[in-house]
């Protein structure tokens, strides 16, 4: 079961250059994944969250390229809210580690590398059905 310490910031080399600066992104390098998929999320309205969900088994590396936002992580235990304001910081979310993204600055961008392509059977939306997944309810054994 994923926890809150598996996920982790990552930090992408940055060029810097008086035309402007310069990160990349490699698979199984800086990104600890093969990188299956790329998506981004924009004209989000300032201050808007976007509902939570975990996923079976696939990782994700979550940038803020423009403004800013908040990734709230959850393991069914713990929580903890991450900022992200900078396009070369990334935060890894693996996989059965529920997040909501909120916050939103105007203006900002959301770009999300995912390890797998997209799979609608793989996302857990329910918060009830993730805690039943990451702690289920114990069986009472009688005699």
Not at 37 to 49: E, Q, S, T
Not at 60 to 71: E, L, N, R, T, W
Request: hydrophobic content about 35%; overall charge neutral; glycine content about 6%.
């Amino acid at each position: 079961m994923a926890r809150l310490a598996d996920s982790k910031l990552i930090k992408t080399p940055v060029i810097r250059d008086s035309r402007g600066n310069l990160s990349s992104v490699e698979s199984n390098q800086n990104i600890p994944f093969d990188i299956k998929r790329v998506f981004y999320l924009y004209d989000i309205p300032g201050g808007a969250l976007r509902e939570g969900h975990a996923h079976h088994k696939l990782n994700q590396v979550i940038f803020a390229i423009s403004g800013s936002f908040d990734v709230v992580l959850d393991d069914g235990f713990h929580s903890q809210k991450v900022h992200l304001n900078r396009p070369y910081n990334g935060l890894f979310v693996p996989d059965l580690l529920w997040r909501e993204l909120e916050n939103f600055s105007s203006g900002a961008t959301c770009l999300v590398l995912a390890s797998e392509h997209y799979d609608a059977a793989d996302y857990i939306r329910s918060y009830d059905e993730y805690v039943n997944i990451v702690n289920p309810p114990k069986t009472k054994i009688t005699k």
